[in-house]
């Protein structure tokens, strides 16, 4: 049947955003882009939904005729599956005569119910007999469709079905062993994120009907650990243990695979929370095994206080609720084997605890244990760290007179150490009796060697130790090495030495971006902006090693923004931000602030205004550099409007500006700023709904110093006070971290969306009246000349004043030195 020729549609709808411009500015709002979208939007709903009722209330007559044609044709629909439903109603006692000879019974009934399950009994409801047939069908064995949460790998829905793969899956039996469920269970875990009282991980558990047996448990936690999903590990051993017929069959193997778990995570908190809990059973008391997990984990972190004490509790006899119910066969107190010492001394290098390894000297000898190799170079490493360089060439002798052997990781303690006692030639030596002795030396100990060698300008020859290093088979890439050795000329002074490492570099391998990063750092702070420049546009894009595309991070263009603005290059440093920008970076405000500062200064403010936007968009509170430079800005501009509404903003933020950077501020930048400018600004200022708050005050204050109006008039006596507390220490105050404070954010983006509004604080604060301005004009009769000080004598304050008053800026607080 053809349908109706339809009505040709209106041209669209189209609001006036002129007439939405007026009507907020009416209301002082501020008509941004987004503001003006949304109810560009919102206007064009209502004009359709109004279209359609008025459609509805009034059709045509083709559209009257669609309509009663379309009614008639249902008619006839329904009218048909009535007959239908009839017809294969009778003929269900004779069978079905569909589907192929090869295909089971149970797949055509399922595919005759499932087409027969859109079918609607008079066009109103579901006819009922089919849904008894689905039901029948489903308790026959074919539940596992309701179960929603199964994963099949490969393939669609309806791959299982067919009769090449019910050998491999049958959904009614789940023929799989005890791996192959194990596997499919971590797969589903792994996947998801619960805690113990979450009803998935019952539900799931449940469903993967293992008995969670001691060897089942430990294959679980195994291959989570082996994923990085240690919180899972721990939620299915508690959920595990927490059923009543299995909490008294507690694994002490299962508690000591999940400390092994969290060893490998580094989670000292969580592995020493389980051994507590193992401490407190007597079917999981620790063993050996498990004291040696818990000391290499709380070694590693460097936790030496909770060490010492899991050391005590090996001596120690469990508590009487423990001991108790112990075997008479079983004994648990321990006393510590090298595992543990070493551990101790392992946790002693990061603490620089060196009277530790004293301690556990003197426990070895009470012990009658014998120090091995282990134990002479973490001993020798703890010294180094705390800077007993002596105690570290005593401690290699004590164990050559051993008769333990040194290996490489001893030879690069000493290294270490002759290095930063600055004995170069004994390190080189140090390594050549190494090979003297038959010792094979590793990548490390070699790297430490040429960055020794580097730091100390001996280049070439830290590149014959790189030739060595090479020969061995687990050795640092090239790329890393030249790197290190780049930052160890830096960090000795040797400028020279680094770029001709770098060049030399190039010859033999390609740069990363790390070593990028480290030369444009070199460059812009030696004055080498082409060549920053030249290195930046040449390694953009470029290919490195297995093919990888070296693409610039964050610090690249950081380091490219320095080195323009040393070099004073404003255009590139527009673009370098401008890439930077479109490639999703920020610049780090607690860092770079004064980059987009002296940005501003040469005449690229729409940076400044860009970082801060950014700043507000990404919830963070901007620098206060950034408040401080568009405040003074907006004074040069003479938009003191915009200059009030700034620092009422700047009064929200979480830090305050004191008198004395103010101060700085206008004082630096006194060719910029005129007198006149000054006194515009405090004029306005009294507009300020914030006039009490110590950062307006403080710009109160100082702009009536440098006007010459004497003490501020719009702040009573306690503010002063007050004032004077914040500005004695000449900081910010800085209560918070200016990304971390999002309610601060939050009423500094609203006061912004003033801006531009003629309205926003004109009746906000009631202005002072009868104000006389040479009320607070320094008289000559009031100076005291009785008492000695270095306070100006009137003549030459009178003198400087005529002076500043040529050059359009006074600074009465200055001190004058006779000449």
């Not at 938009?639 to 620092?647: D, K, T």
Request: hydrophobic residues 35%; neutral net charge.
């Amino acid at each position: 049947m053809e349908a109706a020729s339809t009505v040709p549609s209106p041209p669209p709808f189209e609001p006036n955003l002129e007439a939405i411009k007026h009507k907020l500015l009416k209301h002082n709002i501020h008509p941004t882009p987004k503001i003006l979208r949304n109810l560009r939007k919102k206007q064009i709903q209502k004009h359709n939904r109004k279209l359609s009722k008025t459609a509805q209330t009034q059709l045509t007559h083709q559209e009257k005729q669609a309509l009663a044609e379309e009614s008639h044709f249902q008619t006839l629909k329904n009218e048909y599956k009535t007959f239908s439903g009839a017809i294969r109603g009778d003929s269900q006692s004779s069978g079905l005569l569909v589907g192929m000879p090869w295909e089971r019974i149970e797949r055509v009934k399922l595919r005759e119910i499932a087409s027969g399950s859109n079918e609607f009994d008079g066009g109103n409801k579901l006819r009922v007999e089919t849904l008894r047939e689905l039901k029948e069908v489903f308790e026959d064995g074919l539940k596992w469709v309701l179960d929603n949460d199964i994963e099949f790998e490969g393939g669609d829905d309806g791959q299982f079905l067919s009769s090449e793969n019910q050998s491999q899956y049958d959904p009614t039996k789940r023929s799989r062993n005890d791996k192959e469920e194990i596997r499919f269970l971590v797969s589903r875990l792994s996947k998801r994120d619960f805690t113990v009282r979450d009803w998935k991980l019952a539900k799931i558990m449940k469903q993967s009907g293992l008995r969670f047996n001691e060897g089942q448990l430990m294959m679980i936690v195994k291959l989570l650990g082996k994923l990085g999903k240690w919180e899972q590990a721990m939620a299915i051993v508690e959920w595990v243990y927490n059923d009543k017929e299995r909490k008294n069959s507690r694994s002490r193997f299962v508690y000591t695979k999940l400390l092994s778990v969290l060893r490998i995570e580094r989670r000292p908190k969580e592995a020493l929370h389980i051994f507590n809990l193992m401490r407190e059973d007597h079917n999981i008391y620790p063993d050996m095994a498990a004291y040696h997990v818990i000391a290499v984990t709380l070694g590693q972190a460097g936790w030496v206080k909770e060490l010492l004490k899991i050391v005590e509790c090996m001596r120690e006899k469990p508590s009487k609720r423990t001991n108790s119910a112990w075997y008479k066969h079983c004994d648990p107190i321990l006393e510590p084997d090298m595992v543990i010492y070493n551990a101790v001394l392992n946790a002693c290098v990061p603490t620089q605890q060196w009277k530790g390894v004293s301690w556990v000297f003197g426990d070895l000898r009470k012990s009658g244990l014998k120090p091995n190799g282990a134990t002479y170079g973490l001993s020798m490493e703890v010294m180094l760290n705390s800077g007993k360089y002596d105690l570290v060439h005593e401690l290699f002798r004590k164990m050559n007179r051993s008769g333990e052997t040194p290996t490489a990781l001893t030879y690069k303690v000493i290294v270490r150490a002759l290095w930063e006692e600055g004995k170069v030639d004994a390190a080189v030596e140090a390594v050549r009796s190494m090979e003297r002795r038959g010792v094979v030396g590793n990548g490390s100990l070699y790297y430490e060697l040429a960055c020794c060698l580097c730091y100390y300008g001996r280049w070439q020859d830290a590149v014959l130790e790189v030739k060595n290093m090479r020969k061995l088979r687990h050795s640092k890439p090239l790329e890393v090495t030249f790197t290190g050795m780049i930052m160890s000329s830096l960090d000795g002074g040797h400028v020279s030495d680094g770029i001709s490492i770098f060049e030399f570099m190039k010859d033999h391998c390609v740069p990363n971006i790390g070593t990028i990063n480290i030369m444009l750092k070199v460059y812009g702070r030696n004055d080498l902006f082409t060549e920053a420049k030249e290195l930046f546009e040449e390694y953009k894009g470029a290919k490195g090693d297995n093919d990888t595309v070296l693409i610039p991070d964050e610090f690249t263009y950081s380091s490219m923004l320095e080195a323009s603005a040393s070099a004073l290059q404003w255009e590139y440093f527009e673009h370098v931000y401008k890439e930077m920008t479109f490639s999703g970076y920020q610049l780090d405000q607690s860092k770079h602030a004064s980059l987009l500062v002296k940005a501003s200064r040469a005449g690229k403010c729409h940076l400044l205004e860009h970082a801060f936007d950014a700043a507000l968009e990404a919830g963070e509170i901007p620098h206060h550099y950034l408040f401080t430079e568009m405040v003074f800005q907006a004074a040069i501009q003479q938009n003191y409007e915009r200059s009030v509404i700034l620092v009422n903003t700047l009064a929200l933020a979480p830090f305050q500006i004191s008198e004395r950077q103010w101060t700085e501020l206008f004082e630096k930048n006194r060719d910029e700023v005129t007198q006149e400018s000054l006194e515009n600004l405090l004029d306005a200022l009294r507009k300020s709904d914030y006039a009490s708050e110590p950062t307006v005050a403080n710009l109160s204050r100082t702009l009536h110093s440098l006007c010459g109006r004497g003490k501020s008039v719009f702040l009573p006596s306690s503010t002063d006070s007050a004032i004077d507390v914040i500005c004695g220490s000449n900081e910010v105050a800085s209560p918070q971290n200016y990304s971390t404070d999002r309610e601060g954010t939050a009423d500094i983006r609203n006061n912004l969306e003033s801006l531009g509004c003629d309205e926003a604080y004109g009746e906000s604060t009631e202005p002072l009246k009868d104000f006389d301005a040479t009320e607070f004009e320094i008289s000559i009769d009031q100076i005291d000349d009785s008492r000695e000080s270095k306070s100006p004598s009137a003549n030459e304050i009178l003198d400087a004043w005529k002076e500043s008053r040529k050059d359009g800026l006074f600074f009465p607080f200055q001190r004058w030195k006779k000449v």
